[in-house]
């Protein structure tokens, strides 16, 4: 496991990447948006960011954080034209979860999955070509199987 609770970066396009190894209070979750807008902000002028965010390593979260990523999530909702989120196949709970906060931040582009593939069939429509290829890169980084 990472030492940081969290990783997010923009390495091709405006794919952003973030990976969650956990959030365990109300003060993670605020740094950890508080990178990604920071990546999000450092992007070409004028565009939104298209986020792949990888929750595998993650356990489940408490209902304050829980209620944290709802409002976190909303005040990202214009800033991201698209999100995918991966829990993977061993964690159904944290799968719910994350369905629960999605379905409560209510923005349609933003869907959780349990494995890589429809996640990325869900990027592709705004995505090109090399950020599809790196997002296929970045979630296999780490073997679910």
């Not at 992007?43 to 979260?61: F, S």
């Not at 993977?88 to 890589?116: C, D, N, S, W």
């Not at 429809?118 to 592709?124: Q, V």
């Amino acid at each position: 496991m990472s030492e940081l609770p969290y990783s997010v970066v923009a390495r091709v396009g405006r794919l952003v990447e973030g990976r969650v190894f956990r959030l365990a209070s109300v003060e993670e979750v605020d740094r950890y948006i508080a990178q990604l807008a920071e990546v999000v902000d450092g992007l070409p002028p004028g565009t939104q960011g298209v986020l792949c965010a990888d929750h595998r390593p993650a356990e489940l979260y408490s209902q304050a954080v829980t209620d944290r990523l709802v409002e976190s999530f909303q005040r990202m909702n214009a800033r991201l034209e698209r999100v995918a989120i991966v829990t993977g196949l061993r964690k159904h709970t944290l799968y719910m979860q994350l369905r629960r906060i999605v379905r409560e931040a209510a923005y349609e582009p933003r869907q959780v999955f349990q494995i890589p593939e429809p996640a990325i069939t869900h990027l592709t429509v705004a995505l090109s070509p090399e950020e599809l290829a790196r997002a296929r890169a970045f979630l296999g980084e780490i073997d679910d199987g």
